[in-house]
């Protein structure tokens, strides 16, 4: 079946310099992206969303890019900072169904101070 | 805020007892969902539910059932554990209605031992 996938499994980064979280997806009848953080011993929480008919959108200190033509997704994060250390997950809607979403395996990112 | 809640955050069973897993949420929504995550897998659907009373097998529901019987509350079974059951266990819920967005809320998670 169709899934979506990381490049990266693991990405260590220096406090202050920006992100960047890459996610391949397969399914192009997926209409709807959302980016999620999980920290270690909680639940994943939102961090962004996008939807196939736009290519880019900010939030605070987030930015999602989203590419079609390869079906490629990504994450950024300015000024990374030590809170940002997380799991991190990307997980699309295939359209097919108004509510179900099938996730990433995510990828594990490590702010050093 | 929305609020999903688990009934443990860490549980410990032997193989063959009947676990029950409870999840509430307080937001009125329609859907509920149980997944299990595992290293290197990341979250994998087991069931969900678009009402109450309806569910609907997701990818890896073998071992697992599911009960809905009121809109808040969804439970996860495991009607005999096994050891490949051990697992951290995620609740969320989502509302339809709510725009375009489909975004999911979480509860804590339950990591569950079976031994």
């Not at chain 1, 000024?79 to 169904?97: H, I, K, L, M, R």
Request: proline fraction near 4%; include cysteine.
């Amino acid at each position: 079946g169709e899934s979506v996938g990381l490049h990266l499994p693991t990405l260590s980064v220096q406090e202050g310099d920006n992100s960047i979280i890459n996610c391949a997806y397969s399914n192009s009848a997926s209409d709807y992206f959302i980016w999620y953080k999980q920290e270690s011993g909680k639940g994943p929480q939102f961090i962004i969303d996008i939807r196939s008919n736009m290519d880019k959108r900010q939030g605070q200190r987030v930015t999602v890019l989203l590419n079609k033509t390869v079906k490629h997704l990504s994450l950024q994060i300015a000024a990374t900072q030590p809170g940002d250390s997380a799991v991190y997950f990307c997980a699309e809607n295939s359209g097919g169904s108004n509510y179900k979403l099938t996730f990433g395996k995510g990828t594990l990112l490590t702010v050093n101070p | 805020d929305v609020k999903v809640t688990q009934s443990s955050r860490y549980l410990v069973k032997r193989t063959g007892e009947k676990v029950f897993l409870e999840c509430v949420q307080d937001m009125d929504h329609e859907n509920m969902f149980w997944y299990r995550q595992d290293p290197g897998l990341g979250l994998r659907l087991i069931y969900f539910s678009y009402d109450v009373k309806m569910k609907e097998k997701g990818d890896i529901p073998e071992g697992y059932s599911v009960s809905r019987e009121k809109k808040e509350r969804f439970s996860l079974i495991l009607e005999s554990a096994s050891t490949n059951q051990t697992s951290m266990y995620l609740c969320a819920s989502s509302s339809p209605g709510q725009g375009s967005s489909y975004e999911q809320y979480f509860g804590p998670g339950t990591r569950l031992t079976v031994t």
